[in-house]
Nanobody, 123 residues
Framework: QVQLVESGGGLVQAGGSLRLSCTVS????????MGWFRQAPGKEREFVAR???????YFADSVKGRFTISRDNAKNTMYLQMNSLRPEDTAVYYC?????????????????WGKGTLVTVSS
């Protein structure tokens, strides 16, 4: 059974940075397509970024130029580097994994989810 565990969330001031990690166990990490979603209070879960196993990345317009996504296959870990954080980035951030090559820009095709890590950006 594939398990995803996020870490790295916390409280940060606007303009600051955080790096989230997602460690995967129970599967072949290098073959998984990985992504990040977030859910703010009272809102639906939304796409943030994804990195296919082959390396192609894609970002939501709201984070483009501020967030980067990377993965270390040797450590079975994916990262989300978040810079220039804004109060509107406040949300629970979820790690997602797909076994099929799907866009991962919505919930379709996501096979596994982490439990989330809270990011709070103060103004």
């Amino acid at each position: 059974q594939v398990q995803l565990v996020e870490s790295g969330g916390g409280l940060v001031q606007a303009g600051g940075s955080l790096r989230l990690s997602c460690t995967v166990s129970g599967g072949t990490f290098s073959s998984l397509h990985m992504g990040w979603f977030r859910q703010a209070p009272g809102k639906e879960r939304e796409f943030v970024a994804r990195r296919w196993s082959g390396g192609a990345t894609y970002f939501a317009d709201s984070v483009k130029g501020r967030f980067t996504i990377s993965r270390d296959n040797a450590k079975n870990t994916m990262y989300l580097q978040m810079n220039s954080l804004r109060p509107e980035d406040t949300a629970v951030y979820y790690c997602a994994a797909a076994t099929r090559l799907v866009p991962m820009t919505d919930l379709y095709g996501i096979d596994y989810w982490g439990k989330g890590t809270l990011v709070t950006v103060s103004s």
